[in-house]
């Protein structure tokens, strides 16, 4: 069965270096997203990415976020200055259509911790 | 950000007995609400959801009810197995297209027992 994967796991760096977050959607999956959850905390909305492009973001998704695809098969989260609370688990998810409402798939997660 | 809630942190149940989980939205615009199974160190994996047209959809052990006028939808299970021990998310859309953000509740932690 087709599935996001996401690399890698578990990530740990030092606050204030940049950490790159890796997805690899469902192939023929139109929509992609970024959510992250804080220990605890619920699953939050980050940014939403349709047709090469930024479709919808949180109050998160600060000007220290951005995503791109760089190529046809990858979507990545990057955090250029990290700081002690962006420490969560981070989901990539995919949808395969835009008309009809439908499920997202998530992939396993990548534990980021910030030290 | 209340808009999803779930009053539940946990629930427990005896194997083969029904498993009701809750949840309640406030915002009128969601119009798809969705089911999310969640084990440790694994992503959401998607239960069951509906259409806010319907008040009832059904899949095997897995039932989701919708009461718009309350803003309550539910998830019944059953029969629980010990499987079925996971944390349980409701998350809810808005808009016309799949593409919208999810909104999620807290979740609740079911704990089936044998």
């Known amino acids: 069965e087709p599935e996001v994967t996401q690399t890698p796991s578990h990530q740990v760096t030092q606050m204030g270096q940049e950490v790159i977050l890796r997805c690899v959607p469902i192939?023929?999956?139109?929509?992609f997203y970024w959510y992250r959850q804080i220990l605890g905390q619920k699953v939050e909305f980050l940014v939403s990415?349709?047709?090469?492009?930024?479709?919808?973001k949180s109050e998160i998704f600060d000007d220290q976020f951005s995503v791109e695809r760089p190529d046809g098969s990858n979507f990545t989260l990057k955090i250029r200055s990290t700081k002690l609370e962006d420490s969560a688990m981070y989901f990539c998810?995919?949808?395969?259509?835009?008309?009809?409402?439908?499920?997202?798939?998530f992939g396993q997660g990548t534990r980021l911790t910030v030290v | 950000d209340q808009q999803v809630k779930q009053n539940s942190p946990s629930l427990s149940v005896q194997e083969g007995r029904i498993s009701i989980l809750n949840c309640d939205y406030t915002?009128?615009?969601?119009?798809?609400f969705l089911w999310y199974k969640k084990y440790p160190a694994e992503g959401p994996t998607f239960l069951i959801s509906?259409?806010?047209?319907?008040d009832k959809n059904e899949d095997g052990r897995f039932t989701v009810f919708l009461n718009k006028s309350a803003k309550h939808l539910s998830l019944h299970i059953v029969p629980s197995q010990p499987g079925d021990s996971a944390v349980y998310f409701c998350?809810?859309?808005?808009?016309?297209?799949?593409?919208?953000?999810?909104?999620f509740g807290e979740g609740t932690q079911l704990t089936v027992n044998p």
């Open positions: 998350a809810a859309s808005a808009g016309e297209t799949s593409g919208s953000r999810l909104t």
């Open positions: 192939s023929n999956h139109l929509y």
């Open positions: 509906i259409s806010s047209i319907k």
């Open positions: 990415f349709y047709n090469n492009e930024i479709s919808e």
């Open positions: 998810a995919s949808i395969a259509r835009g008309w009809v409402n439908t499920e997202a798939f």
């Open positions: 915002n009128s615009m969601f119009d798809y």
